[in-house]
């Protein structure tokens, strides 16, 4: 039963009935693991029976603060009881103040703010028609991507989504959109002509399986973007705002964008997103040419200035990194032990581990015994805990994996 006792009517409700109305009357998109979550504190979720779960997926990299952290539930109260939402039309404190933030630590000039990732995408996308426009004229409208790619669901960023399940019910896409087959510098080349205005990369592909792009790639982009007039674009949706000790991923690879979408972890669970440009993009798009109702509110970019605070006055991107570490290598240790554990790869406290076709079966098993995971691309076990987890806890999930897995290996015999 819900431990709700206290609290308002809607609250006041059990699995069952959630189940059977969410059954009724949702589109039936999600297929939802079994949790009936009741809230979150610290790297802990509670479900309805109070039982509680670490926390090793942050709400998909969106959660860096754990939940119900002090600092953001105070400018939470206050800021709900100044504005929460004003328009576009006029100005707040805070729009600017985020701006030239996030400019500073991404080396970008500009940023405009979206309500998700998705939207940053097409953002993005719209930016790099418009400058293509600019630069070579209507012609100049080719956009790349990469194979085993995820950058949203709505039409401009589906269609540069090269992943097959997503795209076919959804056809005829935007066009111009062409695959890159391949992580190697000849395919990328050959993709290239005068008609590329953009290209975008997951820097670390997060959906597809946390794959790390190569360095070598990626400074082949830059180069080729330059020589076609091309514009860079990095969707750090999931690496970016300190996923990986860094607060972008891109900074580990010392290659620069020329557009960045971010949003998840941006706010730390309130919606917001942005993408972030150079001064060679700044003037692309004119008054009135791309606009949002919702994005960059006050109650949102209040926020992101504490989130930004709060991970640089608690060194939070030098506990991502010493974690991260402790994380994968007791990975790698486990995979020594336990066959069903392939490739461990990420960086930070962005991690994939291989798992097969087991992953689905070890993440319903993690769940029973009280952590939190997911499967990316049904085969990898994937991580993305608050950046404020602590050692102990990291081991605490690491016992547990190895139990499950030494489990499935005792079933099988
Ligand atoms: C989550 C994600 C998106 C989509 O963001 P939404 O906020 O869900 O719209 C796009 N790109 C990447 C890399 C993501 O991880």
Redesign the pocket.
Same mark, same amino acid.
């Given at each position: 039963m819900a431990t709700t006792e206290g609290m308002d009517r809607y609250s006041r409700i059990d699995d069952s009935a959630i189940r059977e109305l969410e059954g009724r009357f949702l589109f039936s998109t999600y297929s939802r693991y079994d949790l009936f979550i009741s809230h979150g504190s610290g790297v802990y979720i509670y479900d309805l029976d109070g039982k509680r779960y670490l926390d090793m997926l942050g709400g998909?990299?969106v959660n860096s603060l754990g939940y119900n952290h002090p600092r953001l539930v105070r400018v939470l109260t206050e800021q709900g009881r100044n504005i929460i939402h004003c328009s576009n039309l006029f100005y707040h404190a805070f729009q600017g103040q985020l701006a030239e933030r996030l400019c500073r630590i991404s080396g970008m000039a500009r940023a405009f703010f979206t309500n998700?990732?998705?939207?940053a995408?097409e953002a993005a996308l719209k930016i790099a028609r418009a400058y293509g426009h600019n630069h070579g004229g209507p012609e100049k409208s080719r956009i790349l991507t990469l194979k085993n790619s995820?950058?949203?669901?709505t039409y401009g %960023?589906l269609s540069i989504t090269a992943q097959e399940k997503y795209q076919a019910p959804f056809r005829p896409l935007v066009p111009d959109v062409e695959v890159v087959q391949e992580l190697t510098a000849d395919s990328l080349e050959a993709a290239f002509n005068e008609q590329v205005c953009a290209m975008v990369v997951?820097p670390i592909q997060?959906?597809g399986g946390i794959i790390p792009i190569p360095s070598a790639f990626l400074r082949a982009a830059r180069e080729l973007c330059d020589r076609y007039r091309a514009l860079l674009i990095f969707?750090e949706?999931?690496?970016g705002m300190g996923r990986t000790g860094k607060w972008f991923a891109f900074q580990h690879y010392g290659v620069e964008p020329d557009l960045l %979408?971010i %949003?998840?972890s941006i706010a730390a669970g309130y919606p917001l997103?942005a993408v972030l440009g150079n001064a060679r993009v700044g003037d692309s798009l004119k008054a009135g040419e791309h606009g949002t109702t919702f994005g960059g509110g006050p109650l949102a970019c209040r926020l992101a200035l504490e989130v930004a605070d709060i991970i640089e006055e608690d060194g939070l991107l030098q506990n991502v990194t010493s974690l991260g570490r402790q994380l994968a290598g007791g990975l790698r240790s486990l995979a020594a032990r336990h066959d069903r554990i392939g490739e461990v790869r990420g960086l930070g406290l962005m991690i994939g581990a291989e798992l097969g076709d087991t992953a689905k079966e070890v993440v319903a098993r993690l769940l029973r015994k009280g952590f939190i995971a997911n499967a990316a691309h049904d085969t990898v076990l994937r991580l993305l805990p608050p950046f404020i987890i602590r050692r102990e806890q990291i081991d605490e999930f690491l016992g547990a994996l190895d139990g499950i897995l030494s489990d499935m290996e005792g079933e099988v015999r």
């Amino acid at each position: 039963m819900a431990t709700t006792e206290g609290m308002d009517r809607y609250s006041r409700i059990d699995d069952s009935a959630i189940r059977e109305l969410e059954g009724r009357f949702l589109f039936s998109t999600y297929s939802r693991y079994d949790l009936f979550i009741s809230h979150g504190s610290g790297v802990y979720i509670y479900d309805l029976d109070g039982k509680r779960y670490l926390d090793m997926l942050g709400g998909i990299a969106v959660n860096s603060l754990g939940y119900n952290h002090p600092r953001l539930v105070r400018v939470l109260t206050e800021q709900g009881r100044n504005i929460i939402h004003c328009s576009n039309l006029f100005y707040h404190a805070f729009q600017g103040q985020l701006a030239e933030r996030l400019c500073r630590i991404s080396g970008m000039a500009r940023a405009f703010f979206t309500n998700s990732g998705t939207e940053a995408i097409e953002a993005a996308l719209k930016i790099a028609r418009a400058y293509g426009h600019n630069h070579g004229g209507p012609e100049k409208s080719r956009i790349l991507t990469l194979k085993n790619s995820f950058h949203g669901r709505t039409y401009g %960023a589906l269609s540069i989504t090269a992943q097959e399940k997503y795209q076919a019910p959804f056809r005829p896409l935007v066009p111009d959109v062409e695959v890159v087959q391949e992580l190697t510098a000849d395919s990328l080349e050959a993709a290239f002509n005068e008609q590329v205005c953009a290209m975008v990369v997951e820097p670390i592909q997060g959906e597809g399986g946390i794959i790390p792009i190569p360095s070598a790639f990626l400074r082949a982009a830059r180069e080729l973007c330059d020589r076609y007039r091309a514009l860079l674009i990095f969707d750090e949706i999931q690496s970016g705002m300190g996923r990986t000790g860094k607060w972008f991923a891109f900074q580990h690879y010392g290659v620069e964008p020329d557009l960045l %979408a971010i %949003a998840k972890s941006i706010a730390a669970g309130y919606p917001l997103g942005a993408v972030l440009g150079n001064a060679r993009v700044g003037d692309s798009l004119k008054a009135g040419e791309h606009g949002t109702t919702f994005g960059g509110g006050p109650l949102a970019c209040r926020l992101a200035l504490e989130v930004a605070d709060i991970i640089e006055e608690d060194g939070l991107l030098q506990n991502v990194t010493s974690l991260g570490r402790q994380l994968a290598g007791g990975l790698r240790s486990l995979a020594a032990r336990h066959d069903r554990i392939g490739e461990v790869r990420g960086l930070g406290l962005m991690i994939g581990a291989e798992l097969g076709d087991t992953a689905k079966e070890v993440v319903a098993r993690l769940l029973r015994k009280g952590f939190i995971a997911n499967a990316a691309h049904d085969t990898v076990l994937r991580l993305l805990p608050p950046f404020i987890i602590r050692r102990e806890q990291i081991d605490e999930f690491l016992g547990a994996l190895d139990g499950i897995l030494s489990d499935m290996e005792g079933e099988v015999r």
